[in-house]
Structure formats: C-alpha cells, structure tokens
C-alpha cells in the first residue's frame, strides 16, 4: 500500500492576501480538497498526511471532517523549510505503508493515472518522480554570469510531483540528509544522495503548481478544457 504526504506549511507570499493558497479555492473548491480528492480515488493510497503550518492545524482538520470522501489523514506541523515540513510528516507513515508518496498539495490538476504510473516505477525501481520535457533551452552558467555551456535539451526535464519511493529508501535518505546538515530542493535530490537511481515518470504540463494569483486562472481554464 501507498501513504502520500502532502507538504502545504509555506507562507504563501507570493500570493498575497495572507491565506494559505492551499486553502484558496479553484471553480469553488479549496485547492487542498481538490488534490486530497483525487489521491482518494487512488485504489492503492490507504493514508493521507497533510503538513501546515501550527496556527492552521484546527482550522485544515476541520475542514477535512467535513468533505466526504477522503480517504484516513492525518493533519501535523510543518517546519521552517519544505523538507523539514515532509520529516514531521514521515513520523505519522502507517505500517502497512509500503511506497511514500511526496505531492505539492499546490498542484491540484494531478491525475489518478500519473499517481498510479509513479507508484508503479517507485514499486519496480525505488525511486520514480513526474516530470514533462523541458520546452526551454537551458544555460549553464558560471559564479560571474556567463554562459559555460547548454545541455542537450532532449536531456532535460521539468519535475514535478508526485515523487515516489520505497518506504526503507526514503527514509534512509531523510536520516541522512539531516545527519549531514544538507537541504536538497526536492525529495530525489536526497535519494539521488544515497546512489540510488531514479525513474522518470512522464506527467502532463497541466499538472501546475500554484504560487501566484495567475496560476489559479490557468488551472481554471485546464479545468474547463477537461469538462467540455
């Protein structure tokens, strides 16, 4: 079986208003509830954990009383920083939890088919994260501003989430990572610390994160396109 966890603690700032933009709302419903739905339809996730920050704990639990069919959560305190956030929720994994799931509960439009293909690559490799192929060109460039090289961009993806994993791999590579004082950008950046590899799972570019206000007019009109 599956747990996911659901990082939602940031401060939103790049949003404005002050409110969690997980609890802002897309064609009228909460983004939080949105995401938590479509990892409910999910046959293999039996558990939902959800990471806020402390003064939002009352008010998300309550919230989730009352939307019906979701499947066991639990609500806990994030941290000061996302991965922080993620370890305070890995002390509530189930034991029957076989595969770790990592999902922005900022991204609202992910489908039961991407959830259900990284849960497949994470059960057959460890490791398995969404991702789209990169439309841009990349530079890399040095500490003075100027262009070293550009890597092929057939090479290159966008991640997203969710990312999956063995429960044992995981959790070695959060041990490690706060034994060793080091803050990875992801969850893969810290399982990629202990050798392991990593499967990409191909996603759609639809599967947004919301940070800003514009954000919520384009998942709408995604949501719109899906419903014609």
């Known amino acids: 079986m599956a747990t996911a966890v659901f990082p939602a603690a940031g401060s939103s700032t790049r949003m404005g ?29 039996n558990f939902l954990i959800v990471v806020v920050a402390a003064h939002e704990v009352e008010m998300v639990e309550e919230l989730l ?17 996302r991965q922080f956030s993620i370890a305070n929720g890995l002390k509530l994994l189930p034991n029957d939890a076989e595969i770790i799931l990592v999902h922005d509960a900022a991204r609202p439009l992910v489908t039961v088919k ?14 398995a994260i969404a991702a789209v192929p990169a439309k841009d060109t990349i530079k890399i ?13 057939r090479e290159l993806v966008t991640v997203q989430t969710p990312q999956g994993f063995k429960r044992e791999i995981l959790l070695q590579a959060y041990e490690k990572a706060a034994a060793e004082n080091f803050l990875g950008t992801d969850d893969a ?23 800003t206000p514009e954000d919520i007019s384009v998942a709408e009109t995604f949501l719109r396109s899906k419903n014609k």
């Open 17 to 45: 208003g002050g409110l969690n933009k997980n609890l802002l709302e897309i064609m009228g419903e909460p983004i939080l509830i949105r995401t938590l739905k479509t990892f409910s339809r999910v046959e293999r996730i």
């Open 65 to 81: 009383r009352g939307t019906e069919g979701l499947k066991p959560w639990r609500v806990t305190i994030g941290g000061s920083e």
């Open 114 to 127: 991407t959830i259900d293909e990284v849960i497949d690559a994470a059960e057959k490799f460890g490791g």
């Open 141 to 153: 460039v040095d500490a003075q501003g100027f262009v070293k090289y550009t890597p092929p961009r």
């Open 189 to 211: 950046s810290l399982v990629e610390r202990l050798g392991e590899k990593i499967k990409i799972v191909m996603s759609g570019y639809d599967n947004i994160k919301i940070t």
